[in-house]
């Protein structure tokens, strides 16, 4: 994967600083990278469905973490796509001042229609009660200024306003990109951003994948559909700890684990095991 991302990721993994790291197109690669190594780690050598793993999702650009754990994507080929992800992303946010910020409590109808009065899109529905909302710099400004009622806004540290319209000349470059792209058919059961539906075809969770850039990412909808598909472990990869925050509000009564450290590795093997005998 650092050969194929083209960007120096063992570097960037431990030595450069927090402004470095906040390029996009140096952050996404980097994240997907750590996702992949630590369930590389966790498996030891077996597959996911040798180990006992029954699905997998990702939050954004977790997705492609996800992809190549299903084996849609080989490691090479995902790092590669993100990669291209990161750097057309960061072509389209430099076009225009942008960001994002997230939205704590509130009225969901009210906060929707707050966005849409300050010309906001909510980039984000990550249930729990937020969600992220993105669009022009000035129009954050405006939301930090006068909340919606009840909510605490909480800006965001990024490159631009992605899953949004700005994003859009990134679309039409991952399209053409993905166009030449080698890829499976998913060999765990695998759910998608776009309104959390489980995906059965590589073809169909690229084309997903290219969308997703410029389209809400619903982790709302993922968590209701595990829930429904009674999944009873959530075991999140590095970088970790937000997505196993958001489960413990929005999916009560399922054991979490979050793998921050190696000392979490024998806990995540441990975890798997526990619920496989399960069947």
Same mark, same amino acid.
């Given at each position: ?10 570097? &960037?993994? +431990? ?49 492609? +973490? ?7 994507? +080989? ?5 590669? &796509? ?36 300050? #010309? ?6 990550? #249930? ?35 899953? +949004?319209?700005? /994003? ?36 169909? &969770? ?16 993922? /968590? ?56």
């Amino acid at each position: 994967m650092q050969v194929a991302s083209g960007i120096d990721l063992r570097t &960037f993994g +431990t030595t450069s600083d927090a402004d470095e790291i906040r390029r996009t197109e140096i952050a996404q690669p980097l994240i997907v990278a750590a996702g992949v190594a630590t369930l590389d780690a966790i498996l030891e050598g077996k597959t996911p469905e040798q180990f006992g793993i029954d699905g997998i999702a990702g939050h954004s650009v977790g997705e492609i +973490t996800a992809a190549i754990g299903a084996g849609v994507f +080989t490691p090479d080929a995902g790092i590669r &796509f993100v990669a291209k992800r990161g750097e057309s992303m960061g072509e389209a946010a430099s076009l225009e001042s942008s960001s994002m910020a997230a939205i704590l409590g509130g009225n969901l109808e009210e906060i929707e229609q707050k966005l849409v009065d300050l #010309g906001l899109e909510p980039a984000n529905y990550n #249930g729990g009660g937020q969600i992220v909302a993105a669009g022009s710099s000035d129009a954050i400004s405006r939301l930090q200024a006068q909340p919606p009622t009840g909510t605490r806004v909480v800006p965001l540290q990024v490159a631009g306003a992605f899953h +949004t319209r700005f /994003m859009q000349p990134a679309v039409e470059v991952m399209r053409n990109y993905a166009a030449n792209v080698s890829i499976a058919e998913p060999k765990l059961r695998l759910w998608s951003n776009a309104g959390g539906v489980e995906v059965f075809s590589g073809s169909e &969770f690229l084309n997903l994948l290219v969308n997703q850039v410029a389209s809400p990412v619903r982790w709302d909808k993922c /968590m209701e559909s595990l829930a429904a598909a009674g999944v009873n472990a959530i075991i999140e990869v590095a970088p970790a700890g937000t997505l196993v925050g958001l489960a413990k509000r929005g999916l009560p009564g399922i054991e979490t684990l979050a793998v921050k450290t190696p000392d979490n590795l024998e806990e995540a093997r441990t975890l798997i095991s526990n619920h496989a005998d399960r069947g």
